[in-house]
């Protein structure tokens, strides 16, 4: 069986990007996208980051759970 990859660029257009990393706005946490401990946040406590950088320069600190080397307080 053979594959064939294509690329439409008309079809980027229509693709919006996913954010890899939800900060929390209540906490200052942020979160990859996944964690347990975004279960209980409400949808307009969250802001979407594509690069843990610039979350972490808003003042967002790592998740002890799903970031812990970017975890600063305790």
């Not at 008309?10 to 996944?34: A, D, F, Q, S």
């Not at 998740?63 to 970017?70: K, N, V």
Request: glycine fraction near 10%; charged fraction near 20%; aromatic fraction near 10%.
């Amino acid at each position: 069986t053979e594959t064939l990859d294509a690329w439409f660029p008309e079809l980027k257009k229509h693709i919006p990007m996913v954010p890899l990393y939800i900060g929390n706005t209540n906490t200052m946490e942020v979160h990859r996208i996944g964690c347990s401990g975004l279960k209980d946040t409400y949808v307009e406590q969250q802001r979407g980051y594509h690069l843990l950088g610039d979350a972490l320069n808003w003042g967002f600190d790592g998740c002890g759970r799903c970031l812990p080397a970017f975890h600063r307080r305790s």
